[in-house]
């Protein structure tokens, strides 16, 4: 098992990445870096961590070739050596993380949710509407990991901001049982992308076949991440087993509608990928584009409405002209 | 009538479902019953997700009906709370329960 982390890694551009990555069972993770220069979206740091995590588990080994990129530092300051047991012989003095990053976080059960969450907030420096959609998505993200990945690991979180572009960039990975087997419970994906599908479409949830859910699951989570980055015009995507679903940038002559069904958005999505034993999300949020919060809730709100008249249109008996 | 203070159990942020069950199953339901009224003040809270109201709520409209709405009070919701508790009831009667 190999992955590499080359020179730069963003949304945008994460799909060689991906493909790059050698999933062939082995005994060793060889992880290696780009020599000059390595920027990386902190959803690829949550990545290696998850995998990292999952083979020390299994008592394999780590091997990572010894940066030698002038942002090495950037790893150490992380926490990535850390978190998988590896000494880096980087020495660093610790700048103050606040308003900046979010070192790598490993949250196993609600409680480190719950203490993560109120730690995190000031930390973003933010004014309160830009701290709720993105306090909003990681809650999300990691109770869905809680629910429905069985992942040993819990869920590995990442957050950097990013102030030439004054974009919060968040990565939420997982080693559970993936998308695909998780809604099979209910539903009879054939493939990993069909199940990504389904999992962004409101009101289908792996925990039953009925259309709204349950009484703990609407359905509903990623629906609204998705459309909390569409309405901001920004990137999210998913991957899980082969398949990869990106959200590109909603582009800005064009206005934003919600619709259920994610392959009518401004998307890619493939089930060609290296098999990703889990799930992982990256999402950024643009703080200067940021819409409302309450402003994509009327959004969802509208969206909701519709499909009720749609729903009863549906059920009208319509005259038969012959 | 019965007052649950949502701050008291979830802090200014209500997102933790584990504890929208608690509420739900030891506090709402136990109480509602047929003629109970109930309310559910989030006087603190800044901000709830989705799913924290569902698990809260939705439920209680399974098992008693919509208009088991006119016996809920929602006091001290924020504008967002207040428009996430409209769309989760919203899409519970789109869904006919």
Redesign the interface.
Known sequence: MRIHLPNSVWLGNIDPFLRAFDVLETDVLEISSHQKWVSVHPVVLSMVCAIGLKMRREGKEIKFYKPTAISKHYFERMGLFKILGLESEIKIREHESAGRFVTIQVIKD?KQ??RF??EMVPLLHSE?KKV?PI??II??LV?NVF?HANSDDGAIVCAQYYKKSNTIRIGVADCGIGVKKSISQSYSPKTDIEAILLALTP?ITGTTT????T????G??LF?IKSLAKVDRDFFMIYSGEGMYKLLKNPKHKGVRLVADPIKDHASYNNNYPDWSGTVVGIDLCLDEHAD??AL??L??DF??K??KQ?IKEKYKHPRFV | MKEIRIFDKT?A?A????IA?DI?LNEILKYIGDENKIVLDFSGV??A???FI??LI??VI?QRGINVLERIYFKNCS??IQ??I???T????????
């Open positions: 609600s949710l719950d969450i109120t309160p709720e306090r909003y809650f999300e109770r629910e009101g009925k259309i709204g859910g009484e703990s699951n609407a509903a989570g609204f919060f309450n809730l009327d969802i709100r909701y409405q499909a009720r729903k | 802090g942020f997102g933790n479902k584990d069950r739900r800044e901000s997700t989705q799913s569902h698990a939705s439920d399974r504008i967002t428009k996430i409209s769309i989760v919203e899409y519970m009667q789109e869904s006919n329960y």
